[in-house]
């Protein structure tokens, strides 16, 4: 079959660019099986879909289906896609963690009209299993997390258990990517470098942490970590095969086990793949750290760890992040990162339900006091399928009222909770927070200005400079998305 698997353009401002991995995986399976795959993120294109879709006709050789990939914000975008697919008379599959979280809702009207099929969950191998049906040209019957209609049936499949074996998927089709049209990973700190040839890696997924802030439907709370070996074999297919100048290691949670970390490292060095630059874009867990791992990441060719803080007060870290660290393990974790000479990043939530003038205090003072070299503080979000989303429902109220506004870009109050919880005073100390961090800093405004891209990407420079610390005015309050790596922060480690 001749497929397009498709990521929607986000219709936020966002100068990072980074691979959609997941239809990486997903393309590498299917090309396995035998099948044509192209991958269209409408990130980095100049044209529309449909451009490709006329180019191949015209070639004589149409497309039959397209998959296409979509986050909670970014269903919207997602669904006008497969409308424009389905018109053109392709076969339409949705996937990616909002379908993972409420698969039901793309079948509901209008949408039902556009959607084929859906699928919960991890499935390079149940969307391969949809494919070989349909162009064998039979009805898909019990496929693992499989979801569509016939006529006002809607058919559901139990969800497949996540893979367990990690190491047996083929690795992400990366060549397939546009790769030079995406940025360097974490664009504020390293410019917007759009010639980066930046790739992401996966050494694991899911997560055994409960963030009240995370989708833990997505994540699973089984680690499952590939091998050192098979971990090094793609970090050299990147390197040496596919020319990368910077990879991103983008694990839930990479550093679970300290001995498996620790020997990727050292593989890395034996290898002879430390001359090219890594992060972690999202964060590592800080209790799953010492000096030495540290050290051998730094040996290992790391630049830059981001750590998830969120908050600077024990209670709430303990009782509603529910993070499974302290204030203390956080700042062993910064000392001994910046003792081996990784430059820090660090992720802040503000506005928790029970966050109130004291905490968010203790949030930025802890920040000051870290002093990471980047320092993302975030508007709390109730994403649905979170324990946050569920907190609120039974005490409070969301006023968020479409799927784009869960955007990082549109960083305004999006819930209310009690008499107690004041979220004017959250976006005043969220601001207050980036005012303290970088503004009132001579130091942090001196190295802010000593950086060339500062200078060169002016534009650039100044929409950070309006988004920080000015705004929109039909915003109460804006945050960017492009510090450090953490888009997601308010959702991950
Ligand atoms: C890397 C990452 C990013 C990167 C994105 C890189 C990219 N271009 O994809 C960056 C930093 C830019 C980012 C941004 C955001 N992220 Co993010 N991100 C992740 C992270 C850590 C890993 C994603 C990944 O590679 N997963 C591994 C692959 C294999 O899984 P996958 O992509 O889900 O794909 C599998 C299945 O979902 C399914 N599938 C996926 N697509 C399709 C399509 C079809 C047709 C089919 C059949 C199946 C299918 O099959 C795939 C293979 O098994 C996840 C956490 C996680 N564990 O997934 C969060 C996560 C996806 N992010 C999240 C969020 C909230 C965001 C932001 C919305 C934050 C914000 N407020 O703006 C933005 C949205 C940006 C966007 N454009 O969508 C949430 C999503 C929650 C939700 N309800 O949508 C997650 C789950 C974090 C969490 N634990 O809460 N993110
Ligand atoms: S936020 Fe990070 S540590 Fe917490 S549950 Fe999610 S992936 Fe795990």
């Not at 299993?129 to 809607?154: D, M, S, W, Y």
């Not at 081996?340 to 006091?369: C, S």
């Not at 305004?412 to 909770?417: D, E, H, I, L, S």
Request: glycine share 8%; hydrophobic share 40%.
């Amino acid at each position: 079959m001749r497929i397009i698997l498709a990521s929607p353009e986000a219709k936020v401002w966002s100068a990072r660019k980074h691979i959609p991995l997941g239809l990486g995986y997903l393309a590498a399976v299917l090309r396995e099986g035998g099948h044509d795959v192209m991958l269209y993120d409408a990130a980095i294109e100049d044209v529309t879909v449909e451009y490709y879709i006329d180019l191949a006709e015209e070639q004589g050789k149409p497309y039959n289906l397209i998959g296409v990939t979509a986050t909670t914000p970014l269903i919207q975008d997602a669904w006008e896609m497969a409308e424009v697919c389905k018109r053109r008379g392709l076969i339409t599959v949705l996937g990616g963690p909002h379908l993972t979280i409420m698969p039901e809702e793309s079948f509901q009207v209008p949408h039902d009209a556009y959607v084929d099929y859906a699928f919960k969950g991890e499935a390079e191998y149940s969307f391969l299993e949809l494919v070989n049906t349909l162009e064998a040209g039979k009805e898909p019957g019990v496929i693992p997390g499989i979801h569509f209609k016939r006529g006002n049936e809607f058919i559901v499949s139990p969800e497949s258990p996540m893979i367990p074996d990690l190491d047996s998927l083929p690795f992400p089709a990366h060549d397939l990517f546009k790769i030079d049209r995406y940025t360097n990973l974490q664009p504020l700190t390293d410019g917007l470098d759009t010639q980066a040839r930046s790739f992401t890696i996966l050494t694991s997924r899911g997560c055994p942490y409960k963030c009240t802030f995370c989708s833990k439907p997505v994540t699973g709370d089984t680690w499952r970590a590939r091998s050192v070996e098979s971990v090094v074999q793609e970090w050299k297919w990147l390197v040496n095969g596919l020319g990368a100048t910077e990879i991103g290691v983008t694990d839930d949670i990479w550093n679970l086990k300290l001995p498996r970390a620790k020997e990727l490292c050292r593989r890395l060095v034996e290898e002879g793949l430390n001359h090219v630059p890594w992060v972690t874009v999202h964060g590592m867990k800080v209790n799953h750290s010492d000096l030495e791992l540290f050290q051998l990441m730094k040996a290992a060719g790391c630049l830059r760890v981001g750590f998830g803080v969120e908050n600077g007060d024990e209670q709430m870290l303990r009782n509603v992040i529910r993070k499974g660290q302290t204030v203390d393990m956080v700042r062993e974790a910064f000392k001994n990162a910046k003792a081996a000479g990784l430059q820090t990043m660090g992720f802040f939530i503000f506005g928790m339900p029970g966050d109130n003038e004291e905490t968010m205090e203790k949030t930025i003072q802890l920040a000051l006091d870290l002093d990471p070299k980047l320092a993302n503080f975030l508007l709390a979000a109730p994403f649905p399928g979170t324990a946050m989303y569920d907190m609120i429902k039974d005490g409070g109220e969301i006023f968020a009222d479409n799927w784009g506004d869960y955007a990082i870009h549109e960083q305004k109050a999006r819930f209310k909770m009690n008499e107690n919880y004041d979220s004017d005073l959250v976006l005043k100390k969220w601001r207050e927070a980036y005012r303290r961090f970088y503004l009132y800093r001579p130091e942090r405004v001196m190295e802010k200005m000593l950086m060339k891209e500062n200078w060169t990407n002016l534009p650039n420079t100044f929409a950070q400079v309006k988004r920080f610390f000015i705004g929109n005015k039909d915003q109460h309050a804006v945050a960017e998305d492009a510090i450090g790596g953490s888009t997601k922060k308010a959702v991950l480690a």
